[in-house]
């Protein structure tokens, strides 16, 4: 009471704006060792020994959200995967298949549409995915309720089933029990040893991926990207690249290759962060007002991109295009690259003309809805599986009411609103 009673002394717009500067904090990220989070299973000992054995657990550090899939141990030994001998790197790789670079809390999994959406894994990261290989298709049966996550190759033999939940903490990290490793489409098992690394070679990376041809060609003629590359020390540099079909559709009245050498260059410098930023650090980002490298050559305030999550997907909004980030690229500290839906076209540039037919570009997971943490397994429709003692963990609940990411968060702004009340009112 006391402490209360001294801050209402403080002048009610100065109290104000040291209230909103606590609001919009952020909230410290938690950091995430799987294996520690693992060994309170041990039911899932021989999977917990097999990342274990691998560098994922570093790999997911800085992660802020994740959904790792993991095979208890029976279905681990009669794996026919596992059956082989298997390089370091091509075990790793599969088990970085098996985590989803995307919170899905159980509520979430019930929503998930038949025709499915598409969701990037670590592995995709690696830059050596073919294409975008290193993605999954999660499916929802809608009469059984049954969850499933296929590989992308039609009809692929490398699918699993959503068995149980295992642990939760809010808005950071799920561990779903699955019935099978799941394993990439066209991954060589035995071959990937022997795979070079992208580098830090955006273009390599870019033609690598098949679908950013236009783009890739783009930055060679313009010689940007040499700039890019030199920016790639210090903070890092994120990339988004309009997909071909992204060019393709930009209207008649849009003509970037008439565009003179010095504002094609802007353009291009346009579609980048003079930071890096992980998946996870895009959709919690703070500040959604981002400058680019063509603020920095044009001055501060101009050519700003606006990045917010919606519907569960990273959005980019440029003023008069919004797009969507459909994959990760590439994402290797300090530089991540990702894929986004529409041509990024700067107002300052392109508002004084017709746009004509460009409009907010189409996401994967239009079909997902936001983290919705409240249920737990026991209160919502479950996946009509037997029950097993995986799906309720011990602590579960207090992992769902006491989490980090939401009680501290709920307590902050708890304070805030009586703090404003107690200074208005007076």
């Known amino acids: 009471m006391a402490v209360l009673i001294h801050i209402t002394h403080i002048a009610p717009l100065t109290l104000l704006f040291v209230l909103l500067l606590i609001y919009h904090a952020p909230l410290p990220i938690l950091a995430m060792n799987i294996t520690t989070l693992l060994s309170s299973f041990p039911e899932l000992s021989s999977f917990a020994s097999l990342i274990s054995s691998t560098n994922i657990s570093s790999d997911l550090a800085h992660r802020a959200s994740v959904t790792l899939l993991a095979v208890p141990n029976p279905y681990v030994s009669s794996s026919d995967v596992l059956t082989r001998r298997l390089s370091s790197t091509s075990l790793a790789d599969v088990l970085r298949y098996n985590v989803l670079l995307q919170y899905f809390s159980w509520s979430d999994l019930q929503k998930i549409p038949p025709s499915g959406i598409l969701i990037t894994t670590l592995f ?250 409240g249920l737990s397994p026991k209160n919502s429709p479950g996946l009509n599986n037997p029950p097993s003692h995986l799906s309720s963990p011990p602590g579960f609940r207090e992992d769902i009411t006491s989490g980090a990411a939401t009680g501290n968060g709920a307590d902050l702004r708890s304070l805030v609103v009586a703090l404003c009340c107690i200074a208005f009112n007076r």
């Open 124 to 373: 995709q990261t690696t830059g050596r995915a073919t294409s975008n290989y290193g993605s999954v298709n999660i499916t929802r049966n809608p009469t059984s309720g049954v969850v499933s996550i296929h590989s992308l190759e039609p009809y692929s033999p490398s699918n699993a089933t959503v068995l149980s939940l295992v642990k939760t903490l809010p808005y950071n990290v799920t561990i779903l029990a699955v019935n099978s490793l799941l394993v990439p489409s066209n991954f060589d098992l035995m071959a990937s040893e022997t795979r070079p690394t992208l580098g830090l070679n955006i273009t390599k990376a870019l033609i690598d991926g098949h679908n950013f041809n236009v783009a890739a060609s783009m930055l060679l003629a313009s010689g940007v990207v040499e700039e890019f590359e030199a920016d790639e020390g210090g903070a890092g540099i994120t990339l988004f690249v309009p997909v071909d079909t992204a060019f393709a559709d930009l209207p008649a009245t849009v003509r970037l290759q008439s565009l003179p050498a010095d504002k094609k260059a802007v353009v291009l410098k346009f579609h980048v962060l003079h930071s890096y930023y992980p998946l996870g650090s895009l959709e919690s980002i703070v500040n959604p007002v981002q400058p680019t490298l063509a603020t920095e050559a044009t001055g501060a305030g101009s050519f700003t991109l606006n990045i917010s999550r919606i519907n569960g997907s990273v959005a980019i909004d440029t003023g008069i295009v919004q797009a969507s980030v459909t994959q990760t690229v590439f994402d290797q500290n300090p530089v991540a690259i990702f894929g986004v839906s529409e041509v990024l076209l700067p107002r300052e540039i392109f508002s004084n003309g017709p746009i004509g037919n460009v409009k907010p570009g189409n996401t994967v997971m239009s079909g997902a809805q936001p983290p919705n943490n």
